[in-house]
C-alpha cells in the first residue's frame, strides 16, 4: 500500500484527477476502452467536478459504483444521483455509466438483473473506494450479515447487504470482483480517517474492518490518497 499525503483537499484532488486521467488514456491507447469504479458518498464530489473539467474520450471511459443504496436513481440519497450530478457533466457527460439499480421488491430480488449487467465487464483500470469510520468499504458493512459472503473470495460479482449501521438496503460489488483491477485507490479527508485507517493497520480481522482485506492484500497496487482536510 502506497500512502500519497497531501496538504489539503484541493492538491489531494489535482493530483488524484492526474493520475486518474493517465491510467485511463493509457486503458483506452492500450484497449481501446477504460473501466473506472467510483464510490459515494461526500469525498469524491469535488474529485468528480475535476474529472468532469477534464478533456479526454470519455466515450470509451465505462464508468459504475462500487455500491449504492438501493434507490431510485433521482433520490437525494442515490449515489448514482451523485455521479450523474457531479461527475458525468460537462467533458464526461459522454462516459457510459451503469447503474447498480433495478427496479424491484427490494435489493435483494434487484440482484440477477443488475449482475446480468456486470457479467462482462474486464478488469476494471481503476477503482476508487472510500471508508467509513468502521472501516466498511463500499457497502461491505463490519454489521451486516451478508458481509462473510461478500468477502468471501469466491462471492458473487455483486451483492445486496443490509446494514444496521446505516440506512437503507445496499447494492455492492464483492470484495473479489473490486479486486480484479489494476489500481485500486482510497480516498481518504480528514484526520478522523487517517485514524480509521492506523487502526485498520493495526491488526488483521477483516470481517471487523472490511477495508483491512483491500489494504493487506498485495496482488493489486493501493494508493491511500489522503489530506487532512
Ligand atoms: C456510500 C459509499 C461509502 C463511502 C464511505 C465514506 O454509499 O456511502 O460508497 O462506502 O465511500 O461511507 O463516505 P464519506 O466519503 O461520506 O465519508
Redesign the pocket.
Known sequence: MQLQQFVNSDALNDAFAAQLVTILEQAIAERGAAYLVV??????QVLFAKLADTPLAWEKVTVLL????YLPPDAEHS?ERLVRNTLLQRHAASARFISLYAAADDAYAAVPVIANRLSALPTFDAVIL???EDG????LFPCCAELAAGMADNAPVVLATSPTTAPYQRITLSKARLLQSRQLFLHLVGSNKLAVLEQAQADTDQLAMPIRAFLQQTAVPMAVMYSPS
Open positions: 464510490s459515494g458518498g461526500r469525498t469524491p462500487a455500491d449504492d443504496r449515489n472510500g471508508m467509513g466498511h468499504t463500499a457497502s
